[in-house]
């Protein structure tokens, strides 16, 4: 029997290339999710990359059972999330933001345009 695993996908009510983000009030947010790696799947951070508008509130959510940290490579901020915790950043210049975990080989990159 294949263990259960965490699936982790971009929650924002619509299907992968439409849109990266939706509108919540005035600002569009985006959510990233970590896995939990099992035999099947690596642990990353699921998408990877996403394209967002400026001024997209991106959130960042733990749903495993393990801590990861997210820490971004231009020093924007540098957070440990336990499991079930979540970290937002407000995105608000354009440009190319690259993040890492610490604690396990997991990438990521923002594109904000």
């Known amino acids: 029997m294949r263990e259960k695993g965490i699936i982790a996908i971009l929650i924002i009510g619509v299907l992968p290339g439409i849109s990266a983000c939706t509108?919540?009030?005035t600002n569009p947010t985006a959510l990233i999710m970590m896995t939990d790696g099992d035999a099947h799947v690596s642990q990353e951070f699921i998408p990877r990359t996403i394209t967002v508008p400026a001024?997209?509130?991106?959130?960042w959510s733990n749903k495993n059972n393990v801590t990861h940290?997210?820490?971004?490579?231009?020093g924007l901020f540098?957070?440990?999330?336990?499991p079930g915790d979540s970290f937002s950043y407000n995105f608000t210049s354009r440009g190319t933001y690259t993040y890492h975990c610490?604690?396990?080989?997991?990438v990521g990159m923002v594109y904000v345009k």
């Open 69 to 74: 940290t997210v820490v971004s490579n231009e």
């Open 55 to 59: 001024g997209t509130m991106v959130t």
């Open 78 to 82: 540098n957070e440990e999330l336990g």
């Open 23 to 25: 509108k919540s009030g």
């Open 102 to 106: 610490d604690l396990f080989d997991m």
